[in-house]
């Protein structure tokens, strides 16, 4: 098994983060009426990765799929 640990922070995520917390925090007279409608909102980033893998003398690894890797984000599998 191959780990492959990716930290990846981007300007999206922190502008994301932001505004999470300034419509949580808003006043709540700037809410609008319960009317009994849940809603949902949710993103995703997609990340492409590439890996090259070698044996411990140097040759390449090959016949690898997506199976064969894990990947960690701030210590959390993603």
């Known amino acids: ?3 492959i640990i990716i930290r990846a922070h981007s300007s999206v ?3 994301s983060l932001a505004l999470g917390v300034a419509v949580l925090t808003a006043a709540p007279g700037a809410q609008r009426p319960d009317d009994g ?3 949902f909102r949710s993103g995703v980033e997609l990340v492409q990765v590439s890996a090259t893998v070698v044996d ?10 997506r199976d064969d890797f894990e990947i960690f984000e701030d210590g959390q599998p993603q």
């Open 1 to 3: 098994m191959v780990m």
């Open 13 to 15: 995520t922190l502008v």
């Open 37 to 39: 409608v849940e809603i």
């Open 56 to 65: 411990a003398e140097g040759r390449l690894v090959g016949d690898l799929d």
